[in-house]
């Protein structure tokens, strides 16, 4: 899934994102907080990591800005201030998470998908559509019980679709929630991974709205 980091501290920022992309996020990184705000305004991301103390415009102002324009991508808030009011007013002003610096890695990751679950009305990590199970957290694909291997730009695709089950997306909405900054994207790259998923899986969940996008259904809740 597609993030957006915003952490002024080059190292910090440089080791979280390679951290994150050790666990399968695509990770754009902007170092000041207007960077940030314009780009969680004009591009579609699955959640954002934001810290408090960045240049030009605080990581507060910013996260008030974005809340006051209606913008409900989830963010954690990353930083140092572990004053209790601190972590009070971002809290208030519509962050969803809080991780106080030194961060461990693998749990801010697991904080990350967590935000995007619930922001889908996902409870749980484990997704399902038909005889299809996804495990985000260990990258992981079966189908009737049987392991599938996925390559990773195939699983990312097949992630999103089913975080949106029942909504239709198009190319071009899928291109942004799986790719960074600079990737050179092929015209036909998002038809032909999702020819690769329809093979592996042997099912028809991932289905063509024509004119419009992909989708996949809805697996009703059991009584």
């Not at 579609?44 to 810290?51: E, F, G, I, R, S």
């Not at 909405?173 to 093979?199: C, F, M, P, T």
């Not at 099912?203 to 709205?209: M, P």
Request: glycine share 8%.
């Amino acid at each position: 899934m597609r993030i957006l980091l915003a952490e002024d501290d080059p190292m910090l920022g440089d080791g979280l994102r390679a951290g994150l992309g050790q666990q399968g996020f695509q990770v754009d990184w902007v170092r000041d907080g207007v960077a940030a705000e314009r780009e969680l305004a004009s591009s579609d991301y699955a959640a954002a990591v934001l810290d408090l103390g960045l240049p030009l415009k605080d990581g507060i102002d910013v996260l008030q800005s974005l809340r006051a324009r209606k913008i409900t991508t989830p963010v954690l808030v990353l930083t140092a201030r572990d004053a209790v009011p601190d972590r009070i007013r971002g809290l208030d002003l519509g962050a969803d998470d809080y991780v106080i610096k030194p961060v461990d890695l693998h749990e801010l990751g697991a904080r990350l998908r967590s935000l995007v679950r619930r922001a889908h009305g996902q409870m749980q990590d484990v997704l399902r559509c038909g005889d299809v199970l996804m495990n985000p957290t260990a990258r992981q694909v079966s189908f009737k019980g049987q392991d599938v291997i996925l390559s990773t730009r195939e699983f990312d695709l097949l992630h999103v679709l089913m975080l949106n089950a029942g909504r239709v997306l198009s190319r071009e909405q899928l291109e942004q929630k799986l790719y960074s900054w600079g990737y050179e994207v092929d015209s036909n790259a998002i038809e032909v991974h999702i020819h690769h998923l329809r093979r592996k899986l042997h099912t028809d969940i991932i289905q063509t709205v024509r004119g419009i996008g992909y989708t996949v259904l809805r697996t009703p809740e059991a009584p």
